[in-house]
T-cell receptor, first 111, second 115 residues
Framework: DQQVKQNSPSLSVQEGRISILNCDYTNSMFDYFLWYKKYPAEGPTFLISISSIKDKNEDGRFTVFLNKSAKHLSLHIVPSQPGDSAVYFCAASVGSGKSTFGDGTTLTVKP | ETGVTQSPTHLIKTRGQQVTLRCSSQSGHNTVSWYQQALGQGPQFIFQYYREEENGRGNFPPRFSGLQFPNYSSELNVNALELDDSALYLC??????????????FGPGTRLTVL
């Protein structure tokens, strides 16, 4: 039973447009959510997080939205840049315990 | 501030052998987690160590074991290797404890191939 799901294996957008990556979870105990970015031959890099007491968190071009009732979170990248092309993982945890990851979405930003 | 390092980068073993992977955590971090990532999948949690004690374990058999040392570096040991153990093994360090935050800083991983 996969508790964190990223239903889109891939996403392609034009440079300058918005990228929206989605993630669904099933475990209502999760109270901390994170997005990581992964380039080939590197480990995942932390991007942005949100706790369950908030519904939005912004950091520059990156915004994460959390809809607790729908058990859904999304990552918005505006504007998208070619350097954003990578695999994006969402993850969820209960406090500082183990993180449960989705299978990732490969984002391609075309110049 | 040094990041998370892992050794070796690549490793080839045969079925039935044993392997030890090593990880140095980021300066100031007292928690280390190990993940297994198969091709096309997200990282799967193996276990976590907090101040030298195991602090949670995923759905992996006992032949996966670990250690955390006083300097918070860590080892992952896998006995009786099976073909399905072939994967990228990721180590991540974090503040852990009661910080309430779980941003993890990953190393580049060790690519293990079991023949």
């Amino acid at each position: 039973d996969q508790q964190v799901k990223q239903n889109s294996p891939s996403l392609s957008v034009q440079e300058g447009r918005i990228s929206i990556l989605n993630c669904d979870y099933t475990n209502s105990m999760f109270d901390y959510f994170l997005w990581y970015k992964k380039y080939p031959a590197e480990g995942p890099t932390f991007l942005i997080s949100i706790s369950s007491i908030k519904d939005k968190n912004e950091d520059g071009r990156f915004t994460v939205f959390l809809n607790k009732s729908a058990k859904h979170l999304s990552l918005h990248i505006v504007p998208s840049q070619p350097g954003d092309s990578a695999v994006y993982f969402c993850a969820a945890s209960v406090g500082s315990g183990k993180s449960t990851f989705g299978d990732g979405t490969t984002l391609t930003v075309k110049p | 501030e040094t990041g998370v390092t892992q050794s070796p980068t690549h490793l080839i073993k045969t079925r039935g052998q044993q392997v030890t992977l090593r990880c140095s955590s980021q300066s100031g971090h007292n928690t280390v987690s190990w993940y297994q990532q198969a091709l096309g999948q997200g990282p799967q949690f193996i276990f976590q160590y907090y101040r030298e004690e195991e602090n949670g374990r995923g759905n992996f058999p006992p032949r996966f074991s670990g250690l955390q040392f006083p300097n918070y570096s860590s080892e992952l040991n896998v006995n009786a290797l099976e073909l399905d153990d072939s994967a990228l093994y990721l180590c991540a360090s974090s503040l852990g404890g009661t910080s309430g935050r779980n941003e993890q800083f990953f190393g580049p991983g060790t690519r293990l191939t079991v023949l």
